[in-house]
Every structure is written in structure tokens, then in C-alpha cells.
């Protein structure tokens, strides 16, 4: 969660009014501060390739809003748009934060005109127009910057200058000096994706990459954090709503590991769930997971590999919790949260979220661990 005063999260749990600005920018400058917002909405979603996106709708009285040439503020052709919020306290004063930086990747703009007769003749008249931006978070440009050609890593001495190197002249890159760097296995090579080399390369490191509020590429870990960040309570009154949803998606019982030895000989391995309701041949039947690696080149080495990643994913087995509740501009996907409900507290990592802009309410996906629902 990005760092907020005690204030700032008293008014969240209170009655407030939420502040919003969105400005406009162009080749790195600010081309058009406070953009009017009619209505629209932010959403971050950690399993999406490029996680944040943006919906905006942009009403004026006049057309000077109208997309009409390459540099326009609203114009899908490199203008970006900042988006923070917060509240607004009642001295006047306000606390935002930043949504994040969003490129704008489409615009529809709409235009109303009424007849005017002068004389003999009628004149046109623009009454109003509205502009509705479909806009993405800065990995766009980085998924944008596919490769021309399969590529190698220029050094294997550091995943993260090689991380930076990648994204030079697309994105910032925030401070990683807390990230524990290793080399870059011989086997990796780039295909045709940035973004996934990016992610590979993080893999290494246990981590993941993605675009921070203040629009630079950050590594965060992989290993979801127990220690919650916020609380949000029912009893409160903070929680509008709650549901959730099971499915047997993402529910594996085995895993098959395979790989090849220096030679071409292909090795293989399998470690399937032996016991409990969800074991190998019981009522669930048989869902096996596979996985392959150029790393892999032994047959003992794929039976730790399927041993280890079926205890991965038997841990991670979640259920997902839509809750509806008093908006936290300062959350972030991967951020842990507690739930306080009328029956139970659970505590699970953020997936996505939902800001509608202005923000009088969120809609956040939370991934709480199946054994704090049921015990096994």
C-alpha cells in the first residue's frame, strides 16, 4: 500500500468527500491540467498482462475538448493521463494519491451542434461534446516494444541491469535497490514479447513486474505477504457488500515435470496428491499440471521439480471474495488485507480493484486461502 497518514485513512473510514484530478500530458509535459470528469472508472487486475486500465469520460461545453490533431491532450497518439485521488477534508484541504499513469489507446468523441438562423442564413453551433478515453497503464509501451527478432541477454551477470536495459527509453524504473539480484541462467532467450522476457527475467528473482502508481516498473515478490496492510470491517460500516465464488479452476492434484538432458534424451517426472478430498482418483478425478524447463536435464531433477511445485500449489489454493466497500485510493494489487465480516475475520492478498471515478466505493477481489474458509 503506498504510504498515507493516520488522516488520510480516518476519513476513508468516515463520512468524506472524495477528491479527484486528472491531468493531461504530452512528450513529458503537462498540456492540459484538471481534466473534466463526467464519469469513469480505474481498475488494477494482477493477473492481466497489463494490469491497469482506464475508462474516462470527458464532458465540455464547448469543443475545445475534441481530439483534432496528433498532440491533442485526449488524442490516442502518446497522450498519457495522471489520475490521483483522495478526500477532501473540511478545512477544504485535500490528500490524494496517484491511480497510476495511463496511456490513452482510443477516443470516441461525441459532438452536439444546434441550428442558428442569422438573417437568411443558418449557422452550426457547438452546444457541448463529450469525449470517452479507453486508456492503459504504462506496460503498454513496453508490450508495445516487441522485439524485431529473437533476442539473447547482452550480459548474464545481473537480472536486474538487465531488467533496465530492456525498458530504456520506454518506462522509468523505480528504486530496486531492496531487490536481491542473480545472474540470468544460460538457458533464457527472448522471443517476441517484452513484457514476458521482463517477467522471466523477474521469475529469477522470485518476483513480479509491474507498473507502480507513479507510472515506473517495479519488482515486487512473488510470495504473497501474510501481514495485512488494511483492515476493513462490516461492523464499521465500511463493507457495502461480499460474495464469493467457487469453481474448480486452477485446482490441480499432480504434477508433471518435463525437460531434456544435454543429449535431446526427454526426461519426465509426475507427483500427484495422495490423499485428502482432493487427492489423485477421488471424487475431483484427475487434473494434472504440467510444467516444462530447459533447466530440467535430469530425471532426478524433474522429480524435485513436480514434488516441489505441487506443494506450491496445494499452499495456494484460494478462494476468491468480492467485497464491495469504502474506497482506498492508496491499495494496491498484491497488498494483504483483512476482512472483518459478521462471522469471521479472513486475510488474503488483493488481486484486483475497481475504482469508479469520482470514488464513493470500490469493488476489490481478494484471494483468501481455502483452509481459512472451511479448514482443509
Known sequence: MQTVSDEFLAALSGSHTPALTVDAWYDGELVLENVPVNSGSVTVDGSRTIAGSLT???????????????????APYGSQLH??????YGSGSTDQVSLGWYRIDSADPQEFYAPYTVGTDVEWVCRGMQVTTQSSDRMSLVDDARFL??????????????IKRLVQGLVPVGNLSSVTDAAIPASIAYQTSRVQAIQDLADVLGAVARIDP????????KAASTTPVWTVSVVERQVIDWSRKLDRADLY?????????VDGTPVQASTVETNGPLRWDGPLGRIPFGHNS????????????????????IRERVAPITVTCTPNPALEWGDCVRLVLPNRELIGTVRSITWPLPATSM???VLVPRTQLWGV
Open 56 to 74: 474516462l469520460t470527458s464532458v465540455s461545453e464547448d469543443g475545445s475538448l475534441v481530439p483534432d490533431r496528433w498532440d491533442a491532450p485526449l
Open 83 to 88: 489520475v490521483r485521488a483522495g478526500v477532501r
Open 149 to 162: 527478432s529473437p533476442e539473447v541477454p547482452a550480459s548474464t551477470l545481473s537480472v536486474v541491469a538487465e
Open 214 to 221: 507513479d507510472g515506473a516498473l517495479e519488482l515486487i515478490p
Open 253 to 261: 492434484n499432480g504434477v508433471v515435470t518435463t525437460g531434456q538432458k
Open 294 to 313: 530447459p533447466l530440467i536435464t535430469t530425471d532426478t531433477a524433474a522429480k524435485a521439480d513436480s514434488e516441489t511445485r505441487l506443494t506450491r500449489l
Open 363 to 365: 469493488t476489490m477481489v
